[in-house]
């Protein structure tokens, strides 16, 4: 079992910063990769951004250049995966969800809501 517990969403004006980490704990030996999606109300949940172990990124077409994902590092069994949100746009406030990838299984996290004011 993996567990994913996120932090550092909140509110922001447009055009903002906001930094997400995702802590994952529990069997995580087995982690091929980690991810960050969004989900607006009413709409599905789409990729933002997602590393490999080896450090391959995957970026959504609309945040390229303005969102960052970290590589993924590894401490007393632990693995952190950070999402750099630059720019930020009114319309990507959402729940934004860690979820990482374990021998064909996704885990995910509780979500973490990021608000931005126009």
């Known amino acids: 079992q993996v567990q994913l517990v996120e932090s550092g969403g909140g509110l922001v004006q447009a055009g903002g910063s906001l930094r997400l980490s995702c802590a994952a704990s529990g069997s995580t030996s087995g982690i091929s990769g980690m991810g960050w999606y969004r989900q607006a109300p009413g709409k599905q949940r789409d990729l933002v951004a997602f590393i490999s172990l080896g450090g391959t990124t995957n970026y959504a077409d609309s945040v390229k250049g303005r969102f960052t994902i970290a590589s993924i590092t590894r401490d007393n069994n632990k693995n952190t995966v950070l999402l750099q949100m630059n720019g930020l746009k009114a319309e990507e406030a959402a729940v934004y969800y860690c979820?990482?990838?374990?021998?064909?299984?996704?885990?995910w996290g509780q979500g973490t809501q990021v608000t931005v004011s126009s």
């Open positions: 979820s990482a990838d374990q021998w064909g299984y996704e885990y």
